[in-house]
């Protein structure tokens, strides 16, 4: 069996948010999900979250669609039961945004332990999310971390790293090879660009031409580091999410700049191409 991609789309990221207008119910959007051709969904819960999510399993269940579990634990001990939630789901993948949040690399590093010792008790892979205000804040932290726990790997989210260091393009050496690094410790990639201001800009938009195509580099650079380092049955996870407001920017009237459903439908569109790309490159064939 070759090697094969798997694309998601965030339950969370089907939100609008729009003053006055009431948001449809999770099922309804999953229906939209299952009905545009995703593989599966992701949920976001954090521990008083987990009854709404395990409503949704019939849902889940009637449409074919796979799970993803963004987990937020707000301590240590809390990460268990949305393991257990995701085990009940047969989530395919766990990505979990700590609410531990130790101010140095060494007093993380027993709380990404902790984590891992408890993941080894599920069939799933359990995967650190690069996410601002969580257990991997920042780059530099991460970097540290990474280097003191080599079982760790990641789900990366490259967007809050280039708002928390305000990085510049072109990337100079260093920030390349720290970029490098995280590329080639992550399993999974979520798909939302950046700027260096801001954490989700309109694709479309000309002004940030120059970011997509630093995005769609790096997807390309990480798929092919885990191609080249999985099995040949491997599967990989690419998460398109795509955030409601305040990550999604508006205008006076509180309303988007752009169509989120669309742009998400074209970074699938990116990340599936990137993959063939791969597939059919001479050398990278599996």
Known sequence: MP????????????????????????EAHLERIAEAGYVGACLDPNVAEIPDCQRLKPTFEALKLKSMVNAFPHDV?????????????????????????????TDAIPVVE???AMAENYPFPVLLETHRNGTLNDLFFTLEVLAAVPALRLCADLSHFVVDRELQLPLGATDADYFDTILERSDSFQGRISNNQQIQVPLSFPQHGAWVAQYRTWWAQ?????????????????????????????????????????????????????????????????
Do not use: K
């Open 114 to 116: 902790a984590w891992l």
């Open 222 to 286: 990480g798929f092919a580091r885990w191609r080249a380092r999985e099995t040949e049955d491997a599967t990989l996870r690419f998460l398109v999410e795509l955030g409601p407001p305040p990550y999604a920017i508006t205008d006076g009237d509180q309303r988007e700049l752009s169509d989120r459903w669309q742009e998400g439908l074209l970074i699938r569109q990116w990340v599936e191409a990137i993959w063939s790309d791969h597939q059919n490159a001479p050398g990278l064939a599996r």
């Open 77 to 105: 001990a809390s990460l268990e039961p949305l393991l257990e939630l995701a085990g009940e789901m047969g989530a395919s993948q766990v990505n979990v945004i700590g609410g531990v949040m130790p101010l140095t690399a």
């Open 3 to 26: 090697q094969s991609l798997e694309v998601y789309q965030s339950l969370w990221g089907m939100e609008q948010r729009i003053p006055g207008i009431p948001e449809d119910p999770p």
